[in-house]
């Protein structure tokens, strides 16, 4: 299995203000991606990265408002901008380990962000 | 919305029973996988089944596939009280030429297991 760290692992924050999420992974992936899940609900893709390309936002989600970072292929960033309530979620990193013979993503811990 | 739905939505039995949580899905998958969860913290992936499977086992779990149907279940035989937590499938979708797949999650089945 993959280590995968987020950092921060619990963050509260001000309406307005922005939150950057770190992944970092213990070995080279092609394909990270990032969820969300609200309280209580499941998880949904926010997008894809790929090292070297522009982030793949699913509907409903936008670069401005989740600005998504891929300098390298163990590390990504997600910013959450202009944050308002409805954000407080849990934003999950996850990798696609497909190089390891495996067809199964690997999961981060977490970051649990709370707007006030 | 693509997401599944897994029903039900919660469960509660009693330590030593079989617990069943059923998907239904939408659209063609390459495969099917559940995930644990324990109180809003990190995945742990459990089980995958590919779409030309029909069921698979591993130690107290047992997955069963129907594409024709676009559904599955998961199956926790002897439970305990370890196992509760919440548990989701997802169905994997291809995103690449490269055998890159991106992962759609249910709505989830919260599961408690009374001691």
């Known amino acids: 299995s993959a280590v995968i760290s987020q950092k921060p692992s619990r963050d509260i924050c001000q309406r307005g203000t922005s939150l950057t999420i770190q992944c970092q992974v213990d070995s080279q992936v092609t394909m990270m991606f990032w969820y969300r899940q609200q309280p209580g609900q499941s998880l949904t893709l926010i997008a894809t990265a790929n090292q070297g390309s522009e982030a793949t936002y699913e509907s409903g989600f936008v670069i401005d408002k989740f600005p998504i970072s891929r300098p390298n292929l163990t590390f990504s960033t997600l910013t959450v901008s202009n944050l308002s309530p409805e954000d407080s979620s849990i934003y999950l990193c996850?990798?696609?380990?497909?190089?390891?013979?495996?067809?199964?993503?690997?999961f981060g811990p977490g970051t649990r962000l709370t707007v006030l | 919305s693509q997401q599944g739905e897994e029903d039900p939505q919660a469960l509660s039995i009693q330590e030593g029973e079989n617990a069943t949580m059923n998907c239904s899905y939408k659209t063609s998958i390459n495969n099917l996988q559940w995930y644990r969860q324990n109180s809003g913290r990190g995945l742990v992936h459990l089980i995958l089944?590919?779409?030309?499977?029909r069921e698979k086992h591993s130690g107290r779990l047992r997955v069963t596939l129907d594409t024709s149907k676009k559904s599955s279940s998961l199956l926790i035989t002897a439970s305990r009280a370890a196992d509760t937590a919440s548990y989701f499938c997802?169905?994997?979708?291809?995103?690449?030429?490269?055998?890159?797949?991106?992962?759609?999650f249910g709505t989830g089945t919260r599961l408690t297991i009374i001691p």
């Open positions: 089944i590919r779409s030309n499977e």
């Open positions: 996850s990798v696609d380990l497909r190089r390891r013979n495996t067809d199964t993503q690997y």
């Open positions: 997802a169905t994997a979708h291809s995103i690449s030429n490269f055998g890159n797949e991106k992962l759609t």
